[in-house]
């Protein structure tokens, strides 16, 4: 009966079309030297195209694998409709621009429906800086068995996920993180 529910909450809370997904990277070049304005602050800035990026099951899979290096691998699993997840992002943005010259890469792991990518998902991406950090996945293709294979805490059910793993090292935290918490985690994997 979990695993029913568990289902059925998985596609509800994704929901997302249930096609195969494909490799598929594209860049509009025309965008690539484009400007915006940032109205905040009233300078101009470039913005760097969206480049999409799927990933299936199984490249997620080996995304979140073990590499062989001194790498930190910072990977957040989030949506645009979630209001926790667009919360703390500026928080790994922050930690994105202090650790540049480190070994820390930073992957946004969309879990956003299929019919948003390009829309909702591309520009969030372009607005926030983080084209070149965002991969897609259809979330109605993870299995339970996915979540079992590759976590010890996280069953799906709920996001924002951060998952750090450096070497054997690993960690996971279910729900947003302050940028207290964030420093605090990256810290430890010195």
């Known amino acids: ?38 109205k905040s602050e009233g300078s101009m800035e470039a913005v760097a195209p969206f480049k999409r990026v799927e990933l299936s099951q199984d490249q997620t899979s080996e995304l979140l694998g073990k590499k062989e290096n001194d790498t930190l691998y910072v990977t957040n699993f989030w949506a645009t409709w979630c209001p926790p ?48 950090n965002v991969v897609l996945v259809d979330g109605s293709m993870l299995t339970p068995g996915f979540f079992a294979e590759n976590f010890k805490q996280w069953d799906g059910g709920s996001i924002p996920f951060t998952f750090m793993r450096k070497g054997d090292k690993t960690d996971e ?16 994997f010195k």
Not at 85 to 114: A, Y
């Open 85 to 132: 997840c667009v919360r703390e992002i500026p928080h790994f943005k922050e930690k994105m621009t202090e650790l540049k010259s480190q070994p820390v890469k930073f992957t946004f792991v969309s879990l956003d429906p299929k019919e948003d990518w390009d829309t909702k998902v591309k520009q969030f991406a372009e607005e926030h800086g983080l084209s070149n």
């Open 1 to 38: 009966m979990k695993k029913l529910i568990f289902g059925v909450v998985l596609l509800t809370a994704l929901s997302a079309c249930k096609k195969e997904v494909k490799i598929t990277e594209t860049t509009d070049d025309a965008s690539a030297d484009s400007i915006t304005a940032n």
């Open 173 to 188: 935290t279910v729900g947003m993180m302050s940028m207290e918490a964030l420093t605090e985690k990256i810290n430890s």
